[in-house]
């Protein structure tokens, strides 16, 4: 699904709109910013990856594009965390909104500090089971914990032998099936990389 947040620029004395243009399809798990970006603004990759899960809501983990556009203005600066944010937040469905909407003043988000220091609140205690992960053998939906990547009966049956070098069926993270999965290394590369 394709959401679009708005948001403002400034060059010289103008400002202008820029629109963060968030679509999350299926695919090997990869967070990409189009649309001339700079260095700070590709960080916001990390930011808004952080923010999220410290939110108490789920990084999709799935294959996320950001057209900043107009496609032909460079953007500077770390203003886009907070549309892209809400980009990613209304396109996978974890908040509602209109996917065509709102004017959001540019903001930064700040570290992961703040989210963290918060307690008994909802987010919180969400945060741990909503992030699922699959059973490296059976592909049933599990807790994403890399230190126990299977679900209760194949861990049963694995630890009869507790080889962590026999290789499984498929990635702990994205569930796609994949060669080289083990006990002691349940990531796929590609996830391996972005975690
Ligand atoms: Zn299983
Ligand atoms: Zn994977």
Redesign the pocket.
């Known amino acids: 699904m394709l959401a679009r947040v708005s948001t403002c620029a400034v060059e010289g004395l103008d400002g202008y709109i820029v629109s963060a243009e968030v679509d999350i399809s299926p695919g090997l ?1 990869s967070f990409s910013i189009v649309g001339l970006p700079d260095t700070a603004v590709q960080e916001a990759r990390e930011r808004v990856r952080a923010a999220i899960r410290n939110s108490g809501c789920e990084f999709p983990m799935r294959r996320i594009t950001v057209n900043l556009a107009p496609a032909d203005t460079r953007k500077a600066g770390p203003s886009y965390d907070l549309p892209i944010a809400m980009g990613i937040l209304i396109s996978s469905g974890q908040v509602s909104g209109s996917p065509d909407s709102a004017l959001f003043n540019s903001t930064k988000l700040a570290p992961p500090t703040a989210a963290r220091d918060r307690s008994g609140s909802v987010g919180d205690s969400g945060a741990q089971s909503e992030d699922g992960g699959s059973c490296i053998r059976c592909g049933r939906e599990i807790d994403l914990d890399p230190d126990r990547p299977l679900c209760r009966g194949c861990y049963q049956v694995w630890s009869q032998y507790s080889n962590s070098d026999f290789e499984e069926r498929c ?1 702990l ?2 569930g ?1 099936e ?1 060669r080289g999965i083990t006990y002691a290394k349940p ?2 590369y ?2 391996y990389s972005r975690n």
């Open positions: 798990p990635c993270v994205c796609d994949r990531l796929c590609p996830c």
